[in-house]
T-cell receptor, first 112, second 114 residues
Framework: SQQGEEDPQALSIQEGENATMNCSYK?????LQWYRQNSGRGLVHLILIRSNEREKHSGRLRVTLDTSKKSSSLLITASRAADTASYFCAAYSGAGSYQLTFGKGTKLSVIP | SQTIHQWPATLVQPVGSPLSLECTVE??????LYWYRQAAGRGLQLLFY??????ISSEVPQNLSASRPQDRQFILSSKKLLLSDSGFYLC?????????????FGPGTRLTVL
């Protein structure tokens, strides 16, 4: 079953604007992760937030986690054309799980 | 960090032909290894994962199989390809037995079955 569901499916913004993507999940998690995928390439891990954390920053990335609502958001500030990619949230399903379940992703287009 | 090698990058195969995709990992030992398939514009579907040599767990019944002959080698195979096997195949690796963390992905193989 699908653990993560991203929203929106597609997002188009101007360079310099902020981009916010949301993710909802179904079961309890140990951590939630965000990945980026450039077209036709492998995924790159961006950031991991643990279930006991509420917010985490990495450069221009800010991730929040609300375990009561089973949701997370990824904010990219001051977007650049190079941020154009698909973004996926993913989570392991429960204790002892090795299976990282991905959502369908948000396709972000940053227009120069 | 870990480096994942996959080859070939692209592959066009006729229906009914065999398949062998190879993945090797550098920068870690005793990793967990994964094969995913990604349909166009979609998320990733976990096909197989392995926590050790010779240990394979299958997530989706299908025309494919996986093997792990060495610690850092993971192979995806098929005896007879179907049209529905077309897709983008990704190998990934993670460490951390107690709580697996981030996964490192290879560049992927684009498979087209004609």
């Amino acid at each position: 079953s699908q653990q993560g569901e991203e929203d929106p499916q597609a997002l188009s913004i101007q360079e310099g604007e902020n981009a916010t993507m949301n993710c909802s999940y179904k079961t309890s998690i140990n951590n939630l992760q965000w990945y980026r995928q450039n077209s036709g390439r492998g995924l790159v891990h961006l950031i991991l937030i643990r279930s006991n954390e509420r917010e985490k920053h990495s450069g221009r990335l800010r991730v929040t986690l609300d375990t009561s609502k089973k949701s997370s958001s990824l904010l990219i500030t001051a977007s650049r054309a190079a941020d154009t990619a698909s973004y996926f949230c993913a989570a392991y399903s429960g204790a002892g799980s090795y299976q990282l379940t991905f959502g369908k992703g948000t396709k972000l287009s940053v227009i120069p | 960090s870990q480096t994942i090698h996959q080859w070939p990058a692209t592959l066009v195969q006729p229906v009914g032909s065999p398949l062998s995709l190879e993945c090797t990992v550098e920068g870690t030992s005793n990793p967990n290894l994964y094969w995913y398939r990604q349909a166009a514009g979609r998320g990733l579907q976990l096909l197989f994962y392995s926590v050790g040599i010779g240990q394979i767990s299958s997530e989706v019944p299908q025309n494919l199989s996986a093997s792990r002959p060495q610690d850092r080698q993971f192979i995806l195979s098929s005896k007879k390809l179907l049209l529905s096997d077309s897709g983008f195949y990704l190998c990934a690796s993670s460490s951390g037995r107690a709580m697996p963390n981030e996964q490192f992905f290879g560049p992927g193989t684009r498979l087209t079955v004609l």
